[in-house]
């Protein structure tokens, strides 16, 4: 994990499962990270681990509440966030959401915040970092999915094609 040590990373969905997991992981092995998510107390809490797990007193842990789902919010929030955290030598995108059940049974509401968050989401988040990592010499971007995206499920028909 020696690689790690020293990069910026982005993660999306930070402060909970794969997102957090991975978050913590990557401080054990020197990163700088920050992580983004709509729950701003569970951003707290996380950066509480985050401060327990770093590895040198430099290490730069972050939070920004931000909901990925909506782009103005990714446009604002983003450059400030580069601002205070530099440009990511990663962006990892995590956050997500499940819905089950036959297709019948979803709302159009309930879809529709599905697909913001785990398809447009993830657009929103390349689209704000790309252009700032691609001036800086490149970077590592890695998009979190499920199998579920890869073969079809009964009743996981927002899910999956998500």
Do not use: W
Request: hydrophobic fraction near 40%; aromatic fraction near 8%; glycine fraction near 10%.
């Amino acid at each position: 994990m020696k690689y790690f040590n020293g990069k910026r990373v982005f993660i999306t969905g930070g402060s909970s499962g794969i997102g957090l997991e991975t978050a913590k992981i990557l401080c054990t092995s020197g990163a700088h990270v920050l992580i983004a998510g709509r729950d701003v107390e569970k951003l707290k809490k996380a950066q509480i681990t985050f401060e327990k797990l770093r590895v040198t007193p430099e290490q730069k842990m972050s939070i920004v509440a931000l909901d990925v789902a909506d782009n103005q919010e990714v446009e604002k929030k983003i450059p400030a966030a580069i601002e205070e955290f530099g440009v990511p030598d990663i962006l990892i995108n995590s956050a997500g959401v499940g819905h089950s059940d036959y297709f019948e049974n979803i709302t159009y509401e309930k879809f529709d915040e599905v697909i913001k968050i785990n398809l447009y989401g993830t657009r929103n988040m390349i689209a704000a970092l790309l252009p700032h990592m691609k001036s800086k010499g490149g970077g590592h971007i890695v998009n979190i999915s499920s199998m579920m995206g890869n073969i079809g499920f009964i009743g996981y028909s927002v899910y999956s094609p998500s």
